[in-house]
């Protein structure tokens, strides 16, 4: 199975991913954890997003869907995956799509985690993360807004979009979503 964890920075993507990531026996593939990585670890792929990463902007997008398909090589990946901050915009959806057609794979659930704009803001600036400075969060929220969010239209239209609210607590919102998954499973 292969879910989508769909929304802007902060609503919580990673949190949720990963539980739901145990709870159904499927891999978790962050990006923005693997840049984090790559950086830490000063790799190639490291060394070149670094500065997007810091500025808040997208790293390019060949990047992005070379390690997404590298990934989803392994053999952890056997039972689908939850992908968590990826795709982010029209190029990676297509990118997307091309690795999945190749497995003879397809997108079968997409998670839209909705927060209201002021506990997202409150959420990252408490975070800490080198990233979560105010004009840094305030750069990611453009771009989630620009790039990100027009995605919903195209995952409505292909049938498989389902919107959660993401404000409570964390094992409520757990159940919301494995809720959700169930109710609109085929
Ligand atoms: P958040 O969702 O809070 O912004 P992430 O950990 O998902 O945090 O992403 C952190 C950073 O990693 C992004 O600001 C961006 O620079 C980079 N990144 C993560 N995923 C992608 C992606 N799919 N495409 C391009 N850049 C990405």
Same mark, same amino acid.
């Given at each position: 199975m292969i879910i989508i964890l769909f929304g802007a920075p902060g609503v919580g993507k990673g949190t949720q991913a990963s539980l739901l990531a145990r709870k159904l026996g499927i891999a978790h593939l962050s990006t923005g954890d693997a840049f984090r990585t790559a950086i830490q670890n000063q790799t190639e792929v490291g060394k070149i997003a670094q500065s997007y990463v810091d500025e808040g902007s997208l790293v390019p997008d060949n990047i992005v869907a070379s390690i997404v398909e590298e990934a989803m090589?392994? +053999?952890?990946?056997r039972n689908g995956c939850i992908l968590d901050g990826? +795709?982010?915009n029209r190029g990676q959806v297509d990118a997307l799509n091309s690795i999945l057609v190749g497995r003879g794979l397809r997108v079968d659930k997409v998670i839209n985690l909705e927060v209201d704009n002021e506990t997202i803001i409150k959420r990252l600036l408490g975070?800490?993360?080198?990233?979560?400075?105010a004009d840094v969060i305030e750069h990611r929220l453009n771009i989630y807004r620009h790039e990100?969010? +027009?995605l919903l239209e195209y995952y409505s239209q292909n049938g498989n979009l389902i919107t959660v609210d993401?404000?409570?607590d964390i094992a409520e919102i757990n159940r919301r979503i494995l809720e959700a998954i169930d109710d609109h499973s085929d």
């Open positions: 090589q392994g +053999p952890a990946y990826f +795709p982010r975070r800490g993360r080198n990233d979560d400075s990100t969010e +027009p993401g404000v409570g």
